[in-house]
């Protein structure tokens, strides 16, 4: 899916002032593991209120890194190494963790790929719901129970003062995806990460998900970075998308930009892999090879060994991420240089 001429994604225009979330040389690594430092690498971005931002790519990308490095919640054997991220002026990289355990669930919510996997089975959806509140607030439980009725029918799911005392297993994946938004949104934060939201639910599904999440950004003026594979959702749902590949940033842009006029590669690639209708019995474009792993990444641009275009002795040597404008910017020095040319999806 991908959007149309003139088509407007969100809500609209970018908020002024300074952004809720900025990520600056963001920069992860597995010390004493990887050969080469860098799993993700320089990764910067902001994030205005009301605005969605798509981090896309590949698996294996450093997508779901970045979201979890925001709040703190990187695997033990992973860490931040360099770059700030500033919500609201304040470095969560420097807070305690008794400082970040205030922000996770109250001004920040996330809502995570499985759902099944993150609610607890021993406990209530009510009492879950319920103890963000409890937590954050400081309120009594009967009063966060009544509140989290009043969440679960926010986010669509009926008769909700009965389904406050059913367990996870005794719902949908698509009521369990809904309990998950509504407890991320308990304390009403001003940023909701999103991994893979949409993940394993059917396509009508899939939408009420995210029309519920832009009817949060429109009620709440809540800013979403989402995490995602679906580049019809990035059409449908966001304001801005960062193109990802072997933990660099490999594009910047406004949606409408990686549609019509992709300035890497690796995104004019990614487009042409997606299906395209109107073009039944033809082959699907792939991109060759795979995303490399830590410690085997080129000494150049990473795409180099999957990229058609390349020339390798331009391509073979580091890539700067180079500002095309003031919201586009891309890491291919060819295309920076007026060299390359790349179609998008989109024709008018």
């Known amino acids: 899916m991908t959007p149309g001429p003139g088509q407007q994604n969100g809500t609209g225009q970018p908020s002024g002032g300074e952004p809720l979330l900025s990520v600056r040389g963001l920069t992860i690594d597995l010390p004493g593991g990887a050969v080469q430092p860098g799993l993700v690498e320089d990764v910067t971005f902001d994030v205005h209120r009301g ?17 979890m490095a925001i709040l703190g919640l990187l695997p033990a054997a992973v860490r931040v190494v360099a770059g700030s991220v500033l919500f609201d002026g304040v470095d969560l990289l420097t807070c305690t963790r008794r400082q970040l355990r205030r922000v996770r669930g109250g001004p920040v919510g996330m809502v995570f790929q499985e759902p099944m996997s993150s609610l607890d089975p021993t406990m209530t959806v009510g009492d879950q719901i319920a103890e963000v509140r409890r937590l954050h607030l400081g309120e009594r439980r009967s009063v966060a129970l009544k509140r989290a009725g009043e969440l679960l029918e926010r986010v669509g799911i009926p008769k909700a003062d009965k389904r406050l005392r059913s367990y996870p297993h ?74 990802m590949y072997a933990g660099h940033i490999a594009e910047r842009t406004p949606v409408d930009g990686l549609f019509y006029e992709p300035k890497h590669p690796y995104s004019s690639a990614l487009l042409s892999a997606v299906p395209q209708s109107g073009r039944a019995r033809t082959n699907l474009t792939v991109i060759k090879g795979r995303v490399p792993s830590a410690g085997h990444f080129p000494a150049g641009c990473r795409f180099e060994p999957r990229c058609e275009h390349s020339v390798d002795s331009f391509c073979g040597r580091p890539q700067a991420d180079t500002a095309l404008s003031d919201d586009h910017r891309t890491r291919c020095g060819r295309v920076a240089g007026g060299e390359l040319i790349l179609k998008g999806a989109v024709r008018g």
């Open 170 to 243: 005794e719902m949908s994946g698509g009521m369990q995806q809904r309990v998950m938004i509504a407890a991320a949104i308990a304390c009403e934060p001003k940023l909701l990460i999103a991994d893979e939201p949409t993940t394993a639910l059917d396509v009508t599904i899939q939408a009420e998900i995210l029309e519920l999440l832009r009817d949060l950004r429109r009620d709440l003026d809540l800013a979403v970075v989402l995490v995602t594979h679906d580049l019809g959702v990035v059409a449908d749902f966001c304001d801005d998308v960062v193109v």
């Open 51 to 67: 605005r969605a931002v798509a981090l896309i790519g590949e698996s294996g990308c450093g997508k779901s890194l970045t979201s």
